[in-house]
């Protein structure tokens, strides 16, 4: 802490010289004019009129007449839609007349949002981009972070949708699912909103426009947390002196039932016969003769054992076999458990402002049926209100309000056994029961009638699901800045954030969860079963609560002399953020009455009915009280920006950070983030005479970035709070071994990059080149365990990485027919330059996500060398010592200099074209997303699920090797009984297996109608907007695998995640 | 300019909210979370399961109480172990290895090295010299277990034979190297020597070893040495203390008829790193040495029951100390049965058959039928007596880890035993000395530390 002390000390002089510092007023005065068409000579109304660097503005009436309070030297900046912007610096006229020319299509010269300040792109020397709001509202029906999706270059989505995307690469290598430390750092409205909150709570019609800070001179100001990039969202407010508007929008959409043929399956009559085959060879003897725990046992096999037995005879087992090979359980799925998804968001609007203050509401409500029949619909509520208003002179006083209502309805899908020819239901379509953990013919028997029903049926679970999440997000931010003198104004900002879940988890006596319960704890005496386990509901009730609050305090300096600018921020903040939740469990629960059963030992141990899970159970129970993560942070930073004569601009920043996680040790070796830029905008310059070109600017950039990680350098243990179940006493578990060398990661960051418009502006574009370097990056090693641990999270590793990206927008056609076209080229390539070498094995390579090969791409793919199949049995070969091997084992021991490096498992180039065409109020839209130099690993078989789990499996089954010969015409190997130990892994991770990805795929497609008064005089309101969207279209255009596989479709999948389906959405936009 | 006056006094004090707080930071991240910082604290590490629950039952996949069908070998999986059923050791990582050394060894070095933290005081002096105690007992008992099955069998040859990383600290930098056996087994005991003057003479319960289970582990030890004086010697201290049998006609059949923490219990050790191969339903009991028991011997009722459908006629083991588990139910518990046999073998070799006889007979009147009068064993001469309690020393021990250490150093003293496995079309031998008694350290280990891997062939 005794660091912080230096910095502390320079901003309480800044805080002290703000108090003594005399006041200078500028002059004031009214300034008024009329605005029209350079071209047509006539007024134009609604043109906005902003002072330059103040919160001054106002708009042209009807007349196109204006007024504005203004002082000598401000600049005026006059901007409507389809005009040029002009900029005009006052002196002491007091009437002002202004002429704007039309251009079809201006650049938009958006102000770039970085959370703290928002920066005139003229001055901004970092990369960053923006998807503007009418590319965003394009996107209806999606999600918030998605619409970023081909759309903005340098963001890359992985392939699971549940993924955060990255910016710019990889700049850390730890990577915990749900904790969010790869993920970018989201900021809402000015502060930080960490991973716990819902980004469902923002109601995406609320959204103005997202941008993405990309280099250290656009994120490094968010200091320890930016090096992920930061992704900033802003939503739409009110203004000054802006005439009261309505808008109101809706739209509909329907996603389609997930493609259940989407990964290739074997035929089920071939997975009958390897059924077969193996009870011919008493494979299932162990399962069968069980007579404790019950295995499950699949119909075929059941009916295969009693033949065997002679409890029937040949032709009604094979009249039963053939009748299982016609089942299909994704044609059940198809019929009883999904449904088309239907969603659904209406949203009104209104803003305004007067001279004093500005306001805005508005009201979403959002319904989203799933894709589960039975599912209840969720539903959410969102209000938001902003209001901001001028008490007194040179005070603005700032409040903003969300609150959503979110009812959400947990997924009822229930679990589905993994025989692929369990009918769901029967001809009449009443619910089956399916093989689940206990063998189905022991169920049927179990007790004599005496215990409750126990089997399971999972259309049945699906109907008796009742588990609803009532989620309640508040967002507040009050804000009060002040002008202390002319250029300086001090503010103090403060969020709160709160959001609160409550489930509801009924489960009831039909479930079998509860059945299942009851029957294991029951006790048959005589007649009678008594079960120690309570009749009635098992309920469940979750309480979670997120909460966080910010404080900032900051002093913004802007002011503008002769040729010079300058503008400099200085800022100190801290925050915090806490999680808690608890559970609450009642058993025998009547939910008509609410009474549930008191008294219940969950502490004794009783029989388990015939042992079938154990000799003994405890009564389950959930009660848990957790309070939680607290996680606190510290900042002071500061940034300055100089420009001279609007051409040259030079730009620097600072901060420092200070967690709880690391203890002060760590914080204090911590040194504070930094970075320095500098711009030029060369066609400013008086020497420039290149008529084509509008305008070329040079940007550059260096600096740092850090990530903060999660985890403790100190040695720390868990004290369990429920005691040991053996001994009843108290203990603990050491989650994290001392680590004192514990740092945090650094991200270093250059770039540099061109921004340009050439041809009358029918070409514009950036290019940047970024190099990056991540060091004492923390990467989860293995140890050896002979140490005490298997895996240490330490600083180890280090990245290199280098990328270009490219951002085009021409206007093709322009005339009656409009043409546009955008363009997005991102490369990356991210290698690793340092990582521990702690003895690796070429299988270590095959299976970690991040290969640690120094030297190497990370995400590489590597794979084992192919050496054909063995021509006597048809067993996978390999290269061991550069001679054919089937040692596996030694194979995956050898180092992977011995095997194969195919090269990237991430597109090392990705971007996107966009199109649109628009005729008069028709505009016809497609988006088109590419992913390069890349490679996947293809499904194919695996024996050893085949066998011992019942799994089903690819359809290479057909391709497999069967007699000498065939290794001449296939890769597959023979089908071995018993498996051939660790052959699958072989052939699975060898190269014969792993493909180029490379492909071109059409996402999106939007046809638009739009109409507005402009056109139509005497519509009664502004503007229409009538749309349709198809989304997720996935239609692959052109690929590199000659196999026809889509390689984001790798994972194996058991009926429980597909490819994202079609959606189809169409909706209107109206402004009144 | 009031106004002004008072706003701009709020923002600085603001500003002074902002940074004022030096405590700020120091709220932990999660209150669950926590430097160990009372002795109780130690305690709770101690007091986790995974200090008497991940013993190994690879002893008894190797040993020959036990045999698997030709099918149901075929169909078993690598993941049921079935590779060790013919002494294949060759893994990429070893759980085995890994458990024992990431909790059985890693948490009383992190407790030893935390008691460095805290001063030993007059208050504190008991529970600190527990903890102590204890730490050092885990520890033993986890380096004479890898001991059994990564070491040749204590012989002539300790000084120069391999033995195991002796891992005394949790810190990180300590590299791993094997030490050899003869300093293997010298840390063991100078442990729970040490051991022995911390503990008290009893434990709350018998997860936590006492000084009569230190006794027991030194007897059991020494017999692994086969230094029979000192193996005697503390069995005799062990049985002093603590000399309970359960009278087997007083437990009812059932199932699994024993309870988890029952008298003959001095110290519980459960096998939960379980080689699934050899238990229900893969694992059947050895046919001869079923029918080894007689028909009054009531251990023939109580440990074994008869499988059903195609495979009556077969029998699977029912008789776990453990009580709860019936998936393969092998405990690594040191009970007073043991100790009885110990001891009477100790007296055996030592020529005193009476002592021994007398010892044997003890034990064997509780496991005899009363219905029928319990016929007395005799011997002719010490050696007779010798052969008739290694008789009923493996009858007792089945399915307690034990059968392999005695088989090992049987075959040291020229019992020439050679093991028989029948799978994969083929007949598998391990004879006397054969390499593979003693198993390979895993690849993973191997390619970590550079340390010698266990010789084949």
């Known amino acids: 802490m005794k660091n912080y002390t230096r910095l502390k000390s320079v901003f309480m002089i800044c805080a002290l010289m703000s108090f003594f510092t005399p006041s200078i007023y500028a002059q004031q005065q009214t300034l008024r004019g009329k605005v029209s068409s350079a071209e047509t000579n006539e007024h134009l109304a609604g043109v906005s009129i902003q002072v330059k660097n103040k919160q001054t503005s106002t708009k042209t009436n009807a007349k196109g007449e204006y007024q504005i309070s203004v002082s000598t030297g401000d600049v005026l900046v006059f901007s409507s839609v389809g005009y040029a912007n002009k900029e005009v610096k006052l002196e002491q006229q007091l009437v002002l007349n202004v002429a704007l020319s039309p251009t079809r299509q201006e650049i938009q010269q958006v102000e770039i949002s970085t959370g703290y300040q928002t920066i005139n792109p003229e001055r901004f020397v970092g990369a960053a981009s923006k998807l503007d709001s009418a590319s965003f509202h394009d996107q209806a029906g999606k999600g918030i972070i998605e619409r970023l999706k081909a759309n903005v270059t340098g963001v890359l989505f992985p392939r699971q949708a549940t993924e955060e995307p990255t910016i710019r690469g990889l700049s850390t290598l730890y990577a915990i699912a749900g904790l969010g430390v790869h993920a970018p750092l989201i900021v809402v409205d000015n502060f930080p909103m960490d991973h716990r909150f819902d980004m469902n709570s923002i109601n995406p019609n609320d959204v103005l426009d997202i941008t993405v800070l990309k280099d250290a001179a656009a994120a490094s100001i968010w200091g320890a947390r930016a090096g992920n990039g930061v992704i900033v969202i802003t939503t739409k407010k009110g203004k000054y002196q802006e005439k009261l508007n309505f808008s109101a929008s809706s739209n509909f959409g329907i996603t389609e039932k997930p493609d259940l043929y989407a990964y290739d399956r074997m035929e089920i009559a071939d997975f009958i016969e390897v059924e077969r085959f193996l009870f011919g060879k008493n494979h299932y003897t162990a399962q069968l003769n069980n007579s404790t725990t019950r295995p499950i046992v699949s119909p075929v096999v059941e009916v295969l054992n009693q033949l065997k037995n002679t409890d029937i005879d040949e032709a009604t087992a094979e009249a039963l076999i053939a009748g299982y090979k016609k089942n299909d359980i994704r044609r059940d799925l198809e019929r009883y458990v999904f449904q088309r998804a239907i969603k659904q968001q209406h949203y009104i609007g209104m803003n305004g402002g007067t001279d004093n203050a500005n306001y805005s509401l508005s009201f979403g409500y959002n319904q989203n049926r799933s894709n589960l029949q039975h599912s209840k619909a969720s539903q959410d509520y969102t209000v938001k209100a902003n209001y901001g208003m001028k008490p007194i002179k040179n005070l603005e006083i700032n409040t903003g309000l969300f609150y959503t209502s979110a009812k959400s309805p947990a997924s009822n899908l229930p679990l589905f056994s993994t025989i692929p020819y369990e009918a769901l239901a029967d001809a009449d379509g009443n619910p089956l029961a399916t093989s689940r953990l206990i063998r189905r013919s022991y169920l049927d028997t179990a007790g004599n009638g005496k215990l409750l029903d126990w089997?399971?049926?999972?259309?049945?679970?699906?109907?008796?699901?009742?588990?609803?999440?009532?989620?309640?997000?508040?967002?507040?931010?009050?804000?009060?800045?002040?002008?202390?003198?002319?250029?300086?104004?001090?503010?103090?900002?403060?969020?709160?954030?709160?959001?609160?879940?409550?489930?509801?988890?009924?489960?009831?006596?039909?479930?079998?969860?509860?059945?299942?319960?009851?029957?294991?704890?029951?006790?048959?005496?005589?007649?009678?079963?008594?079960?120690?386990?309570?009749?009635?509901?098992?309920?469940?009730?979750?309480?979670?609560?997120?909460?966080?609050?910010?404080?900032?305090?900051?002093?913004?300096?802007?002011?503008?002399?002769?040729?010079?600018?300058?503008?400099?921020?200085?800022?100190?903040?801290?925050?915090?953020?806490?999680?808690?939740?608890?559970?609450?469990?009642?058993?025998?629960?009547?939910?008509?009455?609410?009474?549930?059963?008191?008294?219940?030992?969950?502490?004794?141990?009783?029989?388990?009915?015939?042992?079938?899970?154990?000799?003994?159970?405890?009564?389950?129970?959930?009660?848990?009280?957790?309070?939680?993560?607290?996680?606190?942070?510290?900042?002071?930073?500061?940034?300055?920006?100089?420009?001279?004569?609007?051409?040259?601009?030079?730009?620097?920043?600072?901060?420092?950070?200070?967690?709880?996680?690391?203890g002060a040790t760590t914080n204090n070796k911590w040194k504070p983030m930094w970075s320095i830029g500098a711009s030029w905008n060369i066609s400013n310059e008086a020497f420039f005479d290149l008529s084509w070109i509008n305008s070329l600017k040079v940007k550059s950039s260096f600096g740092y970035m850090g990530n903060t990680v999660p985890i403790t350098g100190l040695m720390t243990i868990t004290r369990q709070k429920i005691p040991d179940e053996f001994t009843g006493l108290p203990y603990a578990t050491i989650p994290t071994p001392p680590n004192p060398t514990l740092r945090w990661e650094q991200i270093k960051t250059i770039n540099t990059g061109l921004d340009f418009s050439l041809l009358n502006n029918r070409l514009s574009g950036t290019i940047d080149y970024f190099h990056k370097q991540s060091i004492d990056l923390i990467a989860s090693m293995p140890m050896d365990p002979t140490i005490g641990i298997t895996k240490q999270q330490i600083n180890s590793a280090s990245l290199k990485t280098n990328g270009t990206e490219l951002k085009l927008n021409s206007r093709n056609l322009q005339g009656p027919i409009q043409w546009n076209t955008g363009f997005g080229f991102s490369y990356v390539k991210t290698i690793v330059t340092k990582f521990f070498d702690n003895g690796y094995r070429a299988s270590d390579f095959i299976g970690l996500g991040v290969n640690p090969t120094e030297g190497q791409v990370a995400y590489g793919l590597a794979s084992y060398k192919w050496g054909g199949l063995d021509p006597s049995n048809g067993q996978p070969q390999g290269y061991l010592n550069g001679e054919l091997s089937k040692d596996y084992q030694a194979i995956f021991n050898d180092s992977i200099q011995n095997q194969n490096f195919h090269g990237s498992s991430m597109p090392l180039v990705y971007g996107f074209i966009n199109n649109s065409i628009s005729y008069k109020n028709i505009s016809l839209s497609a988006n088109i997303a590419y992913q390069l130099d890349y490679y996947f690993r293809a499904n194919t078989i695996d024996y050893s699920l085949l066998y011992n789990v019942n799994r089903v499996t690819h359809p290479d089954f057909n391709k497999r090797w069967q007699k000498s010969g065939d290794e001449l015409t296939t890769t597959v190997p023979a089908m071995a009984y018993p498996v051939v130990a660790r052959s699958d892994a072989f052939y699975a991770n060898s190269e014969v297996n792993v493909h180029r990805a490379d492909h071109i795929r059409l996402r999106d497609i939007r046809l638009q109608y739009r109409i507005n008064k402009g056109s139509i005089p005497h519509l009664p309101v502004q503007s229409v907007q009538l749309f349709l969207n198809a989304s997720n279209l996935n239609i692959i255009l052109w690929r590199a695998n000659k196999k026809g596989l889509d390689p984001d479709l790798t994972y194996p999948s058991q009926y429980q995640s597909y490819p994202s389906s079609k959606i189809w959405t169409m909706g209107f936009n109206i402004q009144f | 300019m009031k106004i002004m006056f008072l706003i701009r006094l709020c923002l600085i004090s603001l500003a002074f909210i902002a940074l004022s707080c030096q405590d700020f930071l120091d709220e932990k991240p999660a209150k669950h979370l926590t430097v160990p910082n009372s002795l109780d604290d130690l305690q709770a590490i101690l007091n986790n399961r995974n200090l008497y629950f991940w013993n190994s039952s690879m002893p008894e996949a190797f040993a020959d109480n036990y045999y698997v069908e030709e099918s149901v070998w075929l169909a078993a999986s690598e993941a049921h172990g079935k590779f060790y059923y013919h002494w294949d050791s060759k893994v990429p990582s070893d759980q085995t290895w890994n458990y024992f050394y990431t909790w059985i060894i890693y948490y009383p070095n992190v407790v030893l090295d935390q008691l460095n933290n805290f001063k030993e005081t007059s208050e504190n002096r008991q529970q600190y010299n527990t903890i102590k105690g204890e730490a050092l007992f885990y520890r033993a008992f986890a380096f004479w277990q890898l001991a059994q099955l990564y070491c040749k069998p204590y012989s002539e040859t300790a000084k120069t034979d391999l033995g195991i990383p002796l891992r005394t600290t949790a810190a990180i930098e300590t590299p791993s190297v094997r030490a050899t056996v003869q300093q293997t087994y010298d840390q063991i005991i100078g442990d729970l020597l040490l051991a022995l003057d911390l503990l008290p003479e009893e434990s709350v319960v018998p997860t936590k070893p006492n000084k009569t289970g230190v006794y027991g582990l030194l007897s059991r030890c020494y017999l692994s040495m086969r230094d029979y004086v000192n193996a005697g010697k503390y069995a005799d201290l062990c049985l002093k203390a603590h000399s309970d049998l359960i009278d087997f006609n007083t437990v009812k059949t059932d199932p699994l008829p024993f309870k988890r923490f029952n008298k003959e219990t001095i110290y519980y050790a459960y096998c939960g790193n379980t080689v699934s191969i050899l238990g229900n339903p893969r694992g059947r009991i050895d046919t001869l040495l079923y029918q080894s028991y007689d028909e009054k011997d009531l251990r023939k009722k109580l440990f074994f029951t008869e499988m059903t459908g195609e495979n009556v006629g077969s029998f699977r083991f029912t008789g776990s100390y453990d009580g709860e588990h019936n998936i393969a139910g092998v405990v690594h518990s040191i009970t007073t049965a043991e100790m009885y046999l110990n001891r009477a073998e100790c007296f055996a070799r030592d020529g005193k058959k009476d002592l021994a006889l007398a010892d044997l007979n003890t034990l064997m009147k509780n496991r005899w039928d009363n219905s029928v009068p319990y016929p007395s064993i005799t011997a002719t001469s010490a050696e007779d007596a010798l052969e008739k309690i290694l008789v009923e020393r493996r009858k007792e021990l089945v399915y307690r880890s034990l059968r392999w250490t005695d088989l090992r150093r049987f075959n040291l003293e020229g019992r020439n035993i050679t093991l028989v496995r029948n799978v994969n079309n083929q007949q598998y031998l391990l004879p006397p000395n054969d390499p593979r008694w003693v198993m390979l350290i895993s690849d993973e280990v191997i390619n970590r530390t550079g340390m010698p891997q266990n010789p084949r062939n």
């Open chain 1, 455 to 662: 089997q399971y049926r999972p259309l049945d679970e699906m109907r008796l699901t009742d588990n609803n999440t009532h989620t309640k997000s508040i967002n507040l931010n009050v804000g009060a800045s002040y002008r202390i003198f002319d250029g300086l104004r001090g503010s103090i900002q403060y969020n709160f954030r709160t959001q609160n879940g409550f489930q509801k988890e009924l489960r009831t006596q039909e479930t079998y969860y509860v059945r299942d319960l009851i029957n294991r704890f029951s006790v048959i005496t005589g007649d009678v079963a008594k079960s120690e386990f309570p009749m009635g509901a098992y309920l469940n009730l979750y309480d979670t609560e997120t909460k966080s609050e910010n404080l900032r305090a900051q002093l913004d300096y802007a002011k503008s002399w002769k040729v010079h600018n300058l503008s400099a921020m200085l800022v100190a903040e801290r925050s915090e953020s806490v999680s808690s939740d608890r559970t609450n469990t009642f058993l025998g629960y009547d939910d008509e009455y609410e009474t549930y059963k008191k008294d219940i030992n969950h502490n004794i141990a009783y029989p388990i009915f015939q042992r079938i899970a154990g000799t003994t159970g405890k009564i389950p129970e959930n009660n848990k009280l957790s309070s939680g993560n607290t996680s606190r942070f510290v900042s002071f930073l500061a940034n300055a920006s100089y420009t001279y004569k609007n051409l040259y601009t030079l730009y620097g920043s600072a901060r420092r950070d200070g967690t709880n996680f690391y």
